[in-house]
Nanobody, 127 residues
């Protein structure tokens, strides 16, 4: 099954930054909306951010607004999530997902909106 590939996770001190990337060699991401999700231990998967196919509209979960920025480079077939001012509570496995449509879901955590998923990358905020 087609999978997206995330990269860029790691261990970072509180207040630090990471940039996650999402790409695939088997799908033209520029045709589709792409979202980022995260899932902590024992928690449900929650939507963090979404970007429309053209990149003109972005959405963020309230706790990351002003700290995270989603962007895309369709020429590179890659979607990014720049994470600044990281907090320990941002510790999670982060997943990217592509929807078979150009628009983001009304509810950011709507997993059924997406068809293609990555296997995740671990982000750990710890001193």
């Amino acid at each position: 099954q087609l999978q997206l590939v995330e990269s860029g996770g790691g261990l970072v001190q509180p207040g630090g930054s990471l940039r996650l990337a999402c790409t695939t060699s088997r799908l033209t991401l520029g045709h589709y909306a792409v979202g980022w999700f995260r899932q902590g231990p024992g928690l449900e998967r929650e939507g963090v951010s979404c970007i429309t196919s053209g990149g003109s509209i972005t959405k963020y979960e309230d706790s990351v607004k002003g700290r995270f920025t989603i962007s895309r480079d369709n020429a590179m077939n890659t979607v990014y999530l720049q994470m600044n001012s990281l907090k320990p509570e941002d510790t999670s496995v982060y997943y990217c997902a592509a929807a078979p449509v150009t628009y983001c879901p009304i509810t950011l955590s709507s997993t059924v909106h997406y068809h293609w998923w990555g296997s995740g990358t671990q982000v750990t905020g710890s001193s």
